[in-house]
């Protein structure tokens, strides 16, 4: 008996970065749309062209979903040569794939190609104005991917979290385990933003552009991706904080000890966006759906993070 057709299978789909936060969950939400091939820095180094082009040509993928990148906001201001590398030069190298093999390209981006400026969440055709080197690499990329005239949709995102991985979340309940007091920049704000729920509007973006063929041109392209809501930091580490003492987690700071401080008070290498609120307008029209608010998504990740019981008390 023959196996099921290729039809019936679905694309081959390469997945890059399948070993950090949103690859993770991508693993997982890619899986019904077609053969996914899921590889890690390990297996991929996006920083590696000859490398890479090697693999493109080798596994000939009909979709490649981009969760690779250069993400360490402050290293790069001393590494730039990297960052670009891996941000900018890598995206076009998998666009002139995509625009040469007729193959779709996803690729992940961020808030911080813009300045951070005015108080209004910022839509996709505003002036992009990145403020460190790791924002103008991503609009690199992303302006190579479009130069590029592949199929492809970009996804700009926004202070991501998950289970897995390291993130700001979870850096606040450790600190507030072992701190009895916490400064948390209050003049930053933003939308925490759930790899799984990214994940899940990929897989459902990439089906509506395989599915539709006819719509795929007016579909594809450039859209925010973020929970709805905002928060500063100060805001998004109290109410951390504040779940996780409620479900019966000892700490030594709780939320009244958190102090707000002014980006100023906290330098860093690199500056940061003041206002990283996204307008995703455009994606809820287009698919229809519903963008949830932040704080339930991070008290799901706080109670698969640390095992909460039906009891409220905090596992191991």
Known sequence: M????????????LLLGADGQLGWELRRALLP??????????????GDVRAMRALLDRLRPGVVV???????????????DLAHRVNAEGPALLADYAAASGAWLLHYSTDYVFD????????ESDPTHPL??????KLDGEQAIRASACRHLILRTSWVFAARGGN???TMVRLGCERESLRVVADQVGAPTSAELIADLSALALHRLMREPELARANAGLYHLSSSGCTSWHGYACHVLS????????????????QPITSAEYPAAAPRPANSRLDCEALRNWLGVWLPPWQPQ??????????FGTDGLARG
């Open 33 to 46: 749309l077609g053969e996914l091939l899921a590889m890690g820095r390990t297996q991929a180094d996006l």
């Open 116 to 123: 951070g400026s005015g108080t209004r969440p910022w839509r």
């Open 298 to 307: 991070v008290e799901r990740m706080l109670e698969e993070a640390y095992g």
């Open 168 to 170: 700001f979340a979870k």
């Open 66 to 80: 981009n969760a690779a990148a250069y993400t360490a906001v402050d290293r790069a201001q001393s590494e730039p």
């Open 2 to 13: 023959s196996g099921p057709s290729s039809a019936t299978r679905g694309p081959r789909i």
């Open 132 to 137: 460190g080197v790791y924002g103008r690499s």
């Open 243 to 258: 779940y996780v003492a409620q479900r019966g987690m000892s700490l030594r700071c709780d939320a009244a000890q958190v």
